[in-house]
């Protein structure tokens, strides 16, 4: 069995499609898998450190805001579009490849639509609850289209070819007991909070959590573990020395947190941007947590994110334009004083779980090339 997978831009499209490559190589030692992203993504960087053949199309987005500037932008991403439709036809004829996925990106338009001219067999995977420009245009297009969840399939309006997975996650996600988790992190006992925003949403939520951590170091019982983010060490340790705040067994305060899915494990609540991978690790490992959508994403997409997991209980939401260390602050503080409450959140987004997505997508994926043969 030979595989294209299409992949790129965010680790929300990267991630679901190294877990489907992981799942068919455990199942099918002997296919061949490749995937094709843009040239100098993030894609290029984790698909070869992940051991599989990469294959480059130069890509770019478009500009929503029309300057003089992003129309030269534009200019050059139809020109890209159009080479990238041209050189997905060659590689298509020379690979021969059974199926082509498409988990996001750009890169997913010019390859899957010419792989259904072609008459390869296609599926699409959406990871948002808002499918993204990609996924609804070719939804029209390709064989199977597989979402997240319902409330991503009410955005559709081509529903005959859609399949409820889930978002697959990569098999080798430890999913560790509590209190495990905090032994294993040197935490004391304690209620324990996970806070970042990425490295490009990390300063208005370091901000509002300074609020929260001035009050932690005045109760003295809850653990706190925040990223600050790649860009934001310089404002952090300005407002540690601001309201006197120290590092400690109770406080970590990282650049980056590597041990991402220790720390999610060991905590109560979670307080974060609203990414679809971050939101499946959530329901993975059934957290509570207070989603703080990124305003700048495309077509406002981790708004829905968040707003799924709000409406079924799972997640409190604040928009960006509302989020202040106030509200933050009153938020954590009325989870700290009902501790039902917060772990009703945990099972809510347990709840919200598809612990055999990945299964779920390779089942159709299977389904799809026995109905070529």
């Known amino acids: 069995m030979r595989i294209i997978l299409a992949a790129g831009g965010t680790a929300g499209h990267i991630n679901p499609a190294l877990a489907i490559a992981d799942k068919l190589r455990q199942l099918f030692p002997d296919c061949a ?8 993504g993030m894609e290029e960087r984790l698909v070869k450190k992940a051991g599989y053949d990469f294959t480059a199309f130069r890509m770019a987005g478009l500009q929503r805001k029309l300057t003089p500037e992003n129309i030269k932008r534009n200019i050059q991403a139809v020109h890209y579009y159009i080479t990238a439709r041209g050189d997905a036809h060659k590689l298509l ?4 490849p059974d199926i082509v996925i498409g988990t996001g990106g750009y890169v997913c338009a010019p390859v899957l639509t010419a792989a259904a001219k072609m008459g390869i067999k296609t599926a699409v995977h959406e990871s948002n609850s808002l499918p ?3 996924t609804t245009m070719l939804s029209k297009q390709v064989d199977k289209v597989l ?3 319902e409330d991503a399939l009410a955005h559709l309006t081509h529903k005959e070819n859609c399949v409820i997975t889930g978002n697959p996650l990569r098999s080798n996600i430890p999913i560790e007991e509590k209190s495990a988790a905090r032994k294993k992190l040197g935490l004391p006992e304690g209620m324990t909070i996970v806070s970042f925003g990425g490295s490009l949403g990390a300063n208005k939520i370091s901000e509002s959590v300074a609020e929260v951590l001035r009050w932690e170091q005045e109760v003295g019982d809850v653990n706190h573990i925040h990223s600050f983010g790649g860009n934001g060490r310089d404002m952090f340790d300005g407002l540690l020395e601001k309201y006197g705040l120290r590092t400690g067994e109770r406080f970590r305060a990282k650049e980056y947190i590597d041990n991402m899915y220790t720390c999610l494990c060991a905590a109560d609540l979670v307080i974060s941007r609203a990414g679809a991978m971050t939101l499946t690790e959530l329901k993975a490992t059934g957290r509570a947590s207070i989603l703080i959508p990124f305003p700048q994403a495309a077509e406002n997409h981790q708004y829905y994110n968040a707003l799924t997991m709000s409406k079924n209980g ?20 009325a989870l700290y004083n009902d501790r039902e409450r917060l772990a009703k959140m945990g099972e809510s987004a347990a709840a919200l779980n598809i612990p055999d997505s990945t299964d779920r997508v390779i089942s159709n994926i299977l389904d799809l090339v026995k109905d070529k043969q």
């Open 33 to 40: 898998v490749k995937f094709v992203g843009a040239k100098g």
């Open 93 to 96: 004829k020379e690979y021969a």
């Open 132 to 134: 993204g420009i990609t």
């Open 147 to 149: 979402l997240p969840n």
């Open 314 to 333: 799972a997640a409190i939401l604040i928009e960006d334009k509302d989020l202040t260390g106030e509200r933050l602050l009153a938020e954590v503080k």
